[in-house]
């Protein structure tokens, strides 16, 4: 893989006109949102803070939790995001 071959300046815009910079401790119900890194070969699955176990993504914004894990499945890079 050589890197994306679209912009992904469409879909942070959709994504934007729903979640602004909203942080998945502002989400009012438990959600998992499974990511995978193309990059590192690793899965990362975004967990609003619901419970003790779940602590760690409280911070991350929902924006680019979803962009990750729509560019991942997509198979395309991440674009802007950054990884933990």
Request: charged share 15%.
């Amino acid at each position: 893989m050589l890197g994306p071959t679209y912009s992904d300046a469409a879909l942070r815009e959709m994504l934007a006109a729903y979640f602004y910079d909203a942080t998945r401790a502002e989400a009012l119900h438990p959600l998992v949102l499974p990511a995978f890194n193309v990059t590192r070969g690793v899965t990362k699955v975004f967990k609003t803070p619901h419970g003790s176990a779940s602590r760690g993504d409280e911070n991350v914004r929902v924006l680019g939790a979803a962009q990750a894990a729509i560019t991942a499945l997509a198979g395309s890079r991440t674009g802007g995001w950054s990884w933990p």
